[in-house]
Structure formats: structure tokens, C-alpha cells
């Protein structure tokens, strides 16, 4: 596994697994219907926005994650992230890994603290950022249509860096 | 006083006093050196946004908000609003009234619930939420640098519409 900043043209290797990922309408609260140039715009574009990927053994790209301040101007020293792994490669430690790798990174560029806005309280990864020592600030009631859980909630959650 | 749809031409009035509150820091989580057309942008435009306008008696517009999705996709009932009172014309009702103005149209818009995502913990607008509804679900601690009180929480604050 190796860990490294996205390149442009990576993007049509994330592409597949973003679009599953999204249409299944599961864990992120984006438009499943999401289209390819919306897409990549909302993964690989913005003010003070980083990219990252996981490349396997085989130099395929199995996962990523983007790091971008959450907020502007007083609170700009907050980060956010998004991490995807492909679900054909799920189980390996990818996931684990690029988090670790993004905490490390957020830290060493200035941010004092990670923030994700809304993690759907049923997603598995909620058991991933608490044992990274992430902790739920509160949760949105009854705010996400899951397909098969129904309205659940979505969680904030923080980690000092 | 008048509430009603923003038009284009009615942004003139509303920079002066948008300018002057993101440039004092101590409410939005802004550059406070933001400049017009990006203000523009941020206030009046993006998907699914309404803006609202609070128009004195002599016709100037002393007050704004804008309503929009907080999430897209299988969230997208939940709003998130943003308000400011030209700092000339407070003490008057007019938040309160814009508040109770855009809580109802954000139902009748079918919104399930709204949600703040940065309210910053010493802004005297927390009671004016409260007062209408509003819970505290969680506070991101120390993510804001505020001028005279140093570093100090935001908090997310939802509603049930």
C-alpha cells in the first residue's frame, strides 16, 4: 500500500466507486443521481482543499480522502475530511490507514481540530473514528432517508489534532 | 416593517452592513476580508436558496436571511439558514420577526427541520434561537477566534419545523 497526494488523473480511476458509494444512498449526504464533472467537483475542488489516495500492491487506487478547512475566516483552523474506500477492496486496512495518514497531515498543515458535519449514525465507519479517539458532539434527529434503516440520524463528530 | 423575497437590485444595501458583521469576526465563520461579488455568492446564491429581506418603514432594508438544503440527497429536508441585522437598526424585533418569517416559510417549503451549524457560543443571537425552539445539539469547542474573547465554541442548533 502507498499513500500519496491525487494526481488529475487519478480521478477516473475514483470515479467508479465514488459514484457506487454515493448512489447508494447510504452514507453520504450528496445527490445519489450525482453526475461525473458535479462529482469531481466536490472531491477535488475548493479553497485550501487536499487530496489524497491509497494505491494497493498492484498500483490500483483503492481509496481516498479529501481535507479541507471547515469553516472560513475566525474558524478556518478546523479541518473536514471525506474518505471513500472502494467497496471491492474493503477489509484490508485502507481505510484505517488513510486515516491515520490524514490526521498526521492535517495536523503537520496548521489545523487544530477535525470536524465531519454529518456521519450517518448506521455507517460502520462510526466505530472506525471513535476508535481513532473521534468523539459524537450530537446528532442530527431523524435527518437522513436511509433506503432499508429509514429516517436515522446524523452524527457531528470532533477530534482534537 | 415588510418582509419579503430579495430581489437583485436590493443586494446594494445589504453589503454595507453583510461587509461591516463578517468584518468584525465575531459572528460568522467568514474571512472577514471577504470581498463583494464572493460575498454575493455566498449569500444569495446555490441551490435550492431563498433570501428574504426585512424592509423599515421608510423602505430601507434593515435585515436579511437565506434559507438553502443543509445537505443534498437523502438529507435534503433538513434547511440551514443565515441571518444578519444591519447593527443601525437592531433592538427593533426585526430578527425575531425575520426568524419566525423564514421558520414558517421553511415548513411550508417542506422542510422537516433547521439546522445551524456554527453559531458562535457568544453571540447573543443563541437566545433568540432558544427562545424560538432551538436546541444546542453539540458544541465544537475552541474552533472560533473571536477578538475579545479568544478562542470560543461553536455550537450546531437544531429545530424540528
Not at 480522502?65 to 474506500?85: C, E, H, I, L, T
Not at 498526521?104 to 489545523?111: F, I, L, S, V
Amino acid at each position: 500500500m502507498r499513500i500519496r497526494e491525487f494526481r488529475t488523473d487519478d480521478w477516473e480511476r475514483i470515479w467508479p466507486f465514488w459514484r457506487r458509494i454515493v448512489a447508494a444512498g447510504e452514507t453520504y449526504a450528496w445527490d445519489p443521481a450525482t453526475d461525473e464533472p458535479e462529482a469531481r467537483a466536490l472531491w477535488t475542488t475548493g479553497a485550501g482543499k487536499r487530496v489524497h489516495v491509497v494505491e494497493d500492491a498492484a498500483g490500483g487506487i483503492v481509496a481516498t480522502a479529501y481535507v479541507k478547512p471547515n469553516y472560513a475566516g475566525p474558524a478556518d483552523g478546523v479541518a473536514n475530511a471525506g474518505f471513500m474506500v472502494d467497496p471491492d477492496h474493503g477489509g484490508h486496512g485502507y481505510g484505517r490507514a488513510l486515516a491515520e495518514h490524514v490526521l498526521a497531515t492535517a495536523k503537520a498543515d496548521g489545523y487544530r481540530a477535525m470536524v465531519f458535519n454529518a456521519v450517518v449514525e448506521t455507517n460502520p465507519a462510526v466505530g472506525l473514528w471513535t476508535s481513532l479517539g473521534f468523539t459524537i458532539l450530537g446528532t442530527v434527529p431523524d435527518a437522513y432517508d436511509h433506503p432499508r434503516h429509514g429516517r436515522v440520524g446524523l452524527h457531528i463528530m470532533h477530534r482534537a489534532l
